[in-house]
């Protein structure tokens, strides 16, 4: 008899124009829970300094990944799917704060492959001169993170399925 796993609150992390808005509605409906777009908790501040071409620093991003934290600890147990880019580990120590349960999916993949999905993007407010910044900062998870790391080429359908069979290969918490 298989084992009900309680539903996870998953955030689908990674540099901009790795397709954490594409894949994670996709991976959301896979999973049968509600989905969350993580630009959407930015406040306004943030939204018009990155349209400007200014990168976000730590003190931006605290309350952002702060209403983050707090979606998925309202999902705990019930289930979700979140956007975020999550570089920096300190960044997903919060998210983890917040939320302890939550497993990451890192969409990884080479820059050139990502840099020409961001030039192809309509009306996203991040351009790709942040690009650079956003691989600077990144910290890929580490061996005491829970989550996985899944390559973005293919299309998003093959996408999430390599990332619902990486999260499905995760040993799960006992519940």
């Not at 990155?50 to 605290?62: H, K, Y």
């Not at 580490?142 to 995760?170: C, M």
């Amino acid at each position: 008899m298989q084992q009900l796993r309680t539903p996870q609150v998953v955030v689908v992390m990674g540099v901009a124009g790795t397709g954490k808005t594409t894949v994670g509605p996709l991976l959301a409906a896979r999973l049968g829970v509600p989905y969350a777009e993580g630009d959407d908790f930015h406040p306004q501040a943030n939204i018009d300094k990155m349209s400007a071409g200014v990168p976000l620093d730590d003190e931006d991003r605290w309350p952002w990944l702060d209403a983050i934290g707090a979606w998925a600890h309202g999902r705990a147990g019930l289930g979700g799917v979140v956007s975020s880019s999550a570089l920096k580990r300190s960044y997903r120590d919060r998210l983890r704060a917040a939320a302890p349960g939550v497993v990451f999916v890192h969409l990884t993949g080479d820059r050139a492959l990502i840099e020409d999905r961001m030039a192809h993007r309509q009306g996203h407010f991040m351009p790709t001169a942040l690009l650079d910044s956003q691989f600077a900062t990144l910290q890929p998870l580490q061996s005491d993170e829970a989550g996985v790391a899944v390559d973005v080429t293919g299309s998003p359908e093959e996408i999430t399925a390599r990332a619902v069979k990486a999260l499905d290969a995760l040993p799960h918490p006992a519940a």
